[in-house]
């Protein structure tokens, strides 16, 4: 089943399950998908779902429906397409296409423990207990890491998600469920998020350059763990993705 993901300056504001034929998008409210913004028109594009194929259609609208930054009046829609009406952004998400690239986003963005680099995971953990308020471990911390990637986290805490929201792997979904998971690309741009029973952290682990952080809502968090809350946005190797609690 294919969904659309509607975001506004990289914060996703609602999912909408395609299961009719028709879904009109607009500014009035008698759309299936509603833009309360003065820069859509009352009726301005039309999807239509045939069998496993979906089409986009302007509907004349004034400032006219773009699809990855291109005007058009009609369109075959894509795994992964963004549609833009007015400020608004809608991501064209194929489920069987997702769950074939999934995989993909997992092999190209999340870090097996097997390429950790203990060093950096010691500074990373030292630096999530600080911010946690909790006393040093006994043992070393990279010894502690590798045990807690295949534990399960604290079962009080609200189970999470990671959402891309740009790149080649925008739509992609990463559920947290690991009590360390560690993310971005190697020589680039590495972090890690862990959960905890005080809440999910994240923590710069490396970088190719020096005093390069990952950012949360646009912030540098700098060598310090940051705690995440809902909806926060984080960007890590040129890659954005929404923080969600599920």
């Keep these: 089943m294919a969904r659309l993901i509607l975001s506004l300056d990289g914060q996703v504001l609602a999912e909408y399950n395609m299961t009719k034929e028709r879904y009109t998008i607009g ?15 009352g009726h301005h594009s039309l ?45 064209f998400v194929d ?39 909790v006393a040093p471990e006994p043992e070393p911390a990279h010894t502690a890491t590798a045990a ?5 986290a604290p079962a009080a805490l609200p189970t999470a998600k990671l959402q891309v929201l740009s790149g080649a792997f925008a739509g992609r979904e990463l559920e947290l469920t690991k009590a360390l998971t560690t993310l971005g690309r190697p020589g680039v741009q590495v972090a890690a998020i862990t959960r905890r029973a005080e809440g999910y952290y994240v923590v710069h682990v490396e970088s190719g350059k020096e005093g390069d952080y990952p950012r949360v809502n646009g ?6 763990a940051r ?12 890659v954005k993705m929404g923080f969600f609690l599920t």
């Design 27 to 41: 500014r009035l409210p008698d759309n299936d998908v509603r833009i309360d913004n003065p820069a859509v028109s």
């Design 95 to 133: 489920q069987q296409a997702n769950e074939v690239e999934q995989d993909e986003f997992e092999k190209t963005m999340v870090i097996p423990p097997s390429q950790h680099r203990p060093e950096h995971l010691d500074e990373a953990q030292k630096a999530v207990d600080q911010a946690a308020g």
């Design 47 to 91: 999807i239509i779902n045939i069998l496993n194929d979906s089409f986009l259609e302007d509907l004349n609208s004034t400032n006219g429906t773009y699809v990855n930054g291109k005007l058009i009046k009609k369109h075959a829609l894509q795994h992964g397409d963004t549609i833009t009406i007015g400020h608004h952004q809608l991501r």
């Design 148 to 152: 807690s990637d295949a534990a399960p």
């Design 219 to 224: 912030e540098s968090i700098g060598p310090q």
């Design 227 to 238: 705690k995440l809350t809902d909806n926060d946005v984080l960007q890590l190797a040129g």
